[in-house]
C-alpha cells in the first residue's frame, strides 16, 4: 500500500482535529490524571490487554479465513487514534485521560505489535514472519499526527485562554465537517487513491464481527471504568478509548510491514462504521442525559457554561 496524495491529506486532517482536542483540554486536568491515576491505569489495561485477548476469543471460534484473523488482531494491538479523541470532545467525556490513553498506549505499542502480530501468526497461519515497526518513522508519525496538534491546543488555551474559549465552538464544528468528510474519503474514493477498496462479499463477511468487537469494546472499558469506582463520564471515556484504535497504523502494519491485502480487510472494515457507532454511543448518553445516572455530564456542560459567562 503506497502513500497517495489522499493519505497525506488525510494526515493534515486528523492533525487539525487534534489540535482541536488539545483545545479542550485544561492543564489542571492533565495534573489530575497523573496525581489520580487509576483511571489511566484501568483505561491501559483494558486496551492493552483485556481488548486482544477479547478479539482472540472471538475471532478464535469463528470460521473466517486465517489471515483476516491476524488482521483482526493487528487492529486490536493498535492503540486508540484521533477518533477516540475527537468523540470525547465533541460529547464532553474525560477529555484529558483521552489525549493521555492516546500518548501512552502510542507509545507502548511500538513494542507490543510485533510481539502480539508474530503471535497471531503462529497461532492462526503455522507461520512466523519477524517484523518490526520502524521505530522512528513511527514515533515521528505519532508525533506530528498527534502530540504535536495535541500540545499546541493546550498550549494554547494554558497562554490565550480568552482566546481559546472564543475559537473552541467554531473548531468543533470545523472538526466535525472535517470528520465526514475523511470517512467519506475512505468509502467512497478508488483504492488506487487511498480508499477502502473494499468489496461487497469482504464487507458483509466481515462486518458481524467487526461489529460484535466494536460494542464488546465500549462495554469491556465501561464496565472496567465503573467497577474501579471512577465515575460514570471517566469510563464511558474509557470505553471509547477501547472500542475505537488507530486503523491508520493497522494498515501501516498489515499493508506496508506485512504486504498482506486481506489482513488489511478488518481495519478498512473498521475505519467505515466505528466512528458511527461511537456516535450512536454519544448520542444514547446524551439522550439519557437527564437521569441521574448521568448527570455528570450535565454537571460538566453546565459548569462550562456558567464558566464562559
Not at 62 to 85: M, N, Q, R, Y
Not at 228 to 244: F, H, N, P, Q
Not at 294 to 301: D, P, S, T, V
Amino acid at each position: 500500500m503506497n502513500l497517495t496524495y489522499i493519505d497525506f491529506l488525510v494526515s493534515a486532517v486528523l492533525a487539525t482535529i487534534m489540535f482541536g482536542v488539545g483545545l479542550s483540554i485544561n492543564l489542571n486536568d492533565l495534573q489530575k490524571i497523573y496525581r489520580s491515576p487509576k483511571a489511566f491505569i484501568l483505561g491501559l489495561v483494558s486496551q492493552m490487554i483485556l481488548l486482544p485477548l477479547m478479539v482472540f476469543l472471538i475471532i478464535g471460534f469463528t470460521d473466517l479465513p486465517p489471515t483476516i484473523k491476524v488482521g483482526f488482531i493487528i487492529l486490536a494491538a493498535c492503540p486508540g487514534g484521533t477518533t477516540s479523541g475527537f468523540v470525547t470532545v465533541l460529547f464532553r467525556g474525560n477529555v484529558a485521560l483521552s489525549v493521555s490513553l492516546i500518548a501512552v498506549n502510542s507509545l507502548i505499542t511500538l513494542a507490543t505489535i510485533p510481539l502480539l502480530v508474530n503471535l497471531a501468526l503462529t497461532v492462526f497461519t503455522g507461520k512466523h514472519s519477524p517484523f518490526e515497526l520502524p521505530l522512528v518513522a513511527s514515533f515521528l508519525q505519532i508525533f506530528f499526527i498527534t502530540l504535536l496538534p495535541a500540545i499546541s491546543g493546550v498550549l494554547l488555551r494554558y497562554f490565550r485562554e480568552k482566546l481559546a474559549a472564543k475559537i473552541e465552538k467554531p473548531v468543533r464544528t470545523v472538526m466535525i465537517i472535517l470528520f465526514a468528510g475523511v470517512y467519506a474519503i475512505i468509502a467512497f474514493a478508488d483504492e488506487s487513491s487511498g480508499g477502502s477498496g473494499i468489496t461487497g462479499a469482504d464487507l458483509w463477511s466481515i462486518l458481524p464481527y467487526a461489529v460484535l468487537i466494536n460494542f464488546a469494546g465500549f462495554a469491556v472499558g465501561l464496565i472496567m471504568g465503573l467497577v474501579g469506582k471512577t465515575g460514570l463520564r471517566t469510563s464511558w471515556t474509557i470505553g471509547v478509548e477501547v472500542a475505537l484504535q488507530n486503523t491508520t497504523l493497522a494498515l501501516l502494519v498489515a499493508g506496508t510491514l506485512i504486504q498482506s491485502n486481506e489482513m488489511v480487510k478488518p481495519a478498512l472494515v473498521y475505519a467505515l462504521f466505528s466512528f458511527w457507532t461511537a456516535l450512536i454511543y454519544g448520542i444514547a448518553v446524551k439522550k439519557t442525559d437527564r437521569s441521574t445516572l448521568f448527570g455528570e455530564f450535565r454537571e460538566i456542560r453546565e459548569k462550562k457554561k456558567s464558566g464562559n459567562r
